[in-house]
């Protein structure tokens, strides 16, 4: 199922995005740059009127994507993407916490 304007205008782009990724079943990638690349053209194929950026600059970080979909009624919604590959250490994790608080993300009910 692709994920087009009207799903956009009704139900956020949050959704139908996780619903995908989740089922997503990626090549061997032996780099998180690799993975991004799989993911980024999958978010493509999904989404082809959306638009999907790798090393999007966003207050002052750099986030791995960026997806940005505009609905039927002119609104759109957005997405950032942090894409770790073996994450298995608590720094590991806690690095991962400290890029996303980074970002300044708003919840998925705002």
Known sequence: ???????????????????HVREWTPEPAFTEAECQLQLAELLRN???????????????????????????LGGSDDIFIEAKLNLTTENEFKRLL?????????SVSE
């Not at 692709?2 to 139900?11: E, P, Q, Y």
């Not at 002052?60 to 505009?70: A, E, P, V, W």
């Not at 400290?98 to 708003?106: A, D, N, V, Y």
């Open 1 to 19: 199922m692709r994920i087009g304007r009207a799903l956009v205008s009704f139900s956020g782009l949050f959704s139908p995005v996780l619903a």
């Open 46 to 72: 999904l989404a082809p009127d959306g638009q999907v950026e790798r090393e999007y600059m966003h207050n002052g970080c750099r986030i791995d994507l960026y997806i940005k979909h505009r609905g039927l």
């Open 98 to 106: 400290g890029q996303i608080q980074l970002m300044k993300p708003r």
